[in-house]
């Protein structure tokens, strides 16, 4: 290792702790799709069905069965798995990129334009964004906030922090592929391969290939 070596590589270390949470958190929230589909099955199925059966009207069934908290639990899924997407599908580069300007460039030019954007666009923007989520945490946290229906979730602190997590670990993304493209634009080119930029710098890369 050389001494010009050493310190980027110590840069790539942070980007992987960094990204290191974002994935785990990511990768466990995959999981969720799995009860948010029972969910929204059954709640479709006693929808259109259960709740016309005799029984269910004579016991009052039909009072669980449209239950709020069916579609609080569907909505509150649905939110955590996004929000904490984003900064998943940042670490893993599979976020689209809709610029015009992009294709015509070169490598390094689309490298330049990832940091500089990362650096004044994303980084800034997020930031900003989390710490205006954490106003809504806090509210709900301090008012106990609770859901609007009798029977529904209550707690709203509880899916209002996930407005903090999602784009919190979506900071962290953004900040490790920062740390990541500047290793390969200044950094000795024999570190090129670690900082797992090759997509960025593909001209014909696609989130959807």
Same mark, same amino acid.
């Given at each position: 290792?050389?001494?010009?070596?050493?310190?980027?590589?110590?840069?790539?270390?942070?980007?992987?702790?960094?990204? +290191? =949470?974002?994935?785990?958190?990511?990768?466990?929230?995959?999981?969720?799709?799995?009860?948010?589909?029972?969910?929204?099955?059954?709640?479709?199925?006693?929808? +259109?069905?259960?709740?016309?059966?005799?029984?269910?009207m004579q016991s009052d069934l039909h009072f669980y069965?449209?239950?709020?908290?069916?579609?609080?639990?569907?909505?509150?899924?649905?939110?955590?798995?996004?929000?904490?997407?984003?900064?998943?599908?940042?670490?893993?580069?599979?976020?689209?990129?809709?610029?015009?300007?992009?294709?015509?460039?070169?490598?390094?030019?689309?490298?330049w334009v990832e940091l500089l954007g990362?650096?004044?666009?994303?980084?800034?923007?997020?930031?900003? #964004?989390?710490?205006?989520?954490?106003?809504?945490?806090?509210?709900?946290?301090?008012?106990?906030?609770?859901?609007?229906?009798?029977?529904?979730?209550?707690?709203?602190?509880?899916?209002?922090?996930?407005?903090?997590?999602?784009?919190?670990?979506?900071?962290?993304?953004?900040?490790?592929?920062?740390?990541?493209?500047?290793?390969?634009? #200044?950094?000795?080119?024999?570190?090129? =391969?670690?900082?797992?930029?090759?997509?960025?710098?593909?001209?014909?890369?696609?989130?959807?290939?």
């Amino acid at each position: 290792m050389t001494a010009n070596t050493a310190p980027w590589r110590r840069v790539l270390r942070v980007a992987d702790a960094l990204e +290191r =949470p974002v994935v785990w958190v990511g990768e466990a929230v995959s999981w969720l799709f799995l009860p948010l589909i029972a969910i929204i099955l059954f709640d479709a199925l006693a929808r +259109r069905y259960l709740r016309k059966f005799e029984f269910v009207m004579q016991s009052d069934l039909h009072f669980y069965l449209n239950s709020p908290a069916l579609q609080d639990a569907e909505w509150h899924l649905h939110a955590i798995i996004m929000l904490c997407a984003l900064g998943y599908a940042c670490a893993c580069n599979a976020h689209v990129r809709l610029d015009m300007l992009r294709g015509r460039l070169g490598e390094r030019g689309r490298l330049w334009v990832e940091l500089l954007g990362g650096l004044f666009l994303l980084l800034p923007f997020v930031a900003i #964004f989390t710490a205006d989520c954490f106003d809504f945490f806090w509210i709900a946290w301090v008012h106990d906030e609770t859901a609007g229906e009798t029977n529904g979730i209550g707690e709203r602190w509880v899916i209002k922090s996930f407005m903090v997590l999602g784009p919190g670990l979506l900071l962290l993304a953004g900040l490790s592929v920062v740390m990541r493209v500047a290793t390969r634009l #200044f950094g000795p080119p024999e570190l090129a =391969p670690e900082t797992r930029t090759e997509a960025i710098a593909n001209r014909d890369f696609s989130a959807f290939n």
